[in-house]
């Protein structure tokens, strides 16, 4: 029987304290708020119990932002999309902030397994003032236990609405894209890392942001396939593939540490999480 699980998370601030509450139907919630970097920025992780999504399943994912708040939302491990018997399985996510408000999206990978049929669909609308920072991750197949993506379908979508619009569908039949070096060129990870705001970026900062990114990527391993790029005044984005997610997460997580620095005169406090 396929799950339909959705959460609502809402982030404000309060006597200078950036508060967390949501509310959640079917296996989707949220862990106990931590703050490592003091009260102004709260950090959580999203938690699926389940672990996966096989074909018919849904998970509604919203986040509000209010005024002046700054949350943070990581997740435990990647969202697996399993074996799908035809049906599709969908990950939809709306992430809405007030003026002058700051989310960092830093969900750990897509990971697409062999015959999979999935959507992942991300929205975000930011009123005047207020800034996101995340990222996108999908991983075709587990190359280390040898299993290809050989079948399947995959969907992505990010959308910010009057500013950015990126939309892509992997075949796993389409050998040109997968393999070509006008496509993937054999490589089976494709990650984004986005600074978006609900105005445009003085130019300034945008060109601060970019030249971090491209330091950074100049002494990376993967500097052949990344790149970073400035679509939409309102947008900064770093795109790379690599061969599998562990590269490709080192390179993000160091460009992010770089623009919190940059950008928002912060130092790169990881998640808890992510050294457990």
């Not at 079917?26 to 106990?32: E, H, N, T």
């Not at 599998?244 to 390179?251: H, I, K, N, S």
Request: glycine share 8%; hydrophobic share 45%; net charge neutral.
């Amino acid at each position: 029987m396929p799950w339909h699980a959705r959460l609502q998370l809402d982030y404000t601030l309060e006597n200078a304290r950036t508060v967390a509450r949501f509310e959640h139907s079917g296996p989707l919630r949220i862990l106990q708020s931590l703050y490592p970097e003091g009260n102004g920025i709260c950090h959580n992780v999203l938690v699926h119990p389940p672990g996966g999504l096989v074909g018919g399943d849904t998970l509604e994912i919203a986040a509000t932002v209010g005024r002046g708040a700054h949350g943070l939302l990581t997740t435990p491990g990647a969202t697996r999309f399993y074996r799908s018997n035809g049906e599709l399985a969908l990950q939809r996510t709306h992430l809405t902030l007030a003026e002058n408000a700051r989310l960092e999206w830093l969900p750990l990978e897509a990971l697409c397994y062999n015959a999979c049929r999935a959507r992942n669909h991300l929205t975000l609308e930011l009123a005047p003032g207020a800034e996101c920072m995340g990222w996108d991750i999908t991983a075709l197949g587990l190359p280390h236990a040898h299993q290809p993506f050989e079948v399947g379908h995959f969907e992505q979508h990010i959308e910010v609405p009057g500013a950015w619009l990126e939309r892509g569908v992997i075949d796993a039949a389409d050998r040109t894209l997968l393999d070509s070096p006008l496509g993937l060129a054999g490589q089976r990870c494709i990650a984004s890392l986005f600074l978006v705001a609900g105005t445009p970026i003085d130019k300034a900062r945008r060109d601060a942001a970019l030249d971090a990114a491209r330091a950074v990527v100049d002494t990376h391993p993967l500097k052949a396939t990344a790149g970073a790029t400035s679509p939409n005044p309102q947008v900064v984005v770093l795109r790379l593939l690599a061969p599998q997610v562990e590269p490709a997460l080192q390179l993000l997580k160091q460009v992010r540490a770089a623009w919190r620095a940059a950008l928002w005169k912060l130092d790169a406090v990881p998640p808890r999480i992510w050294a457990m």
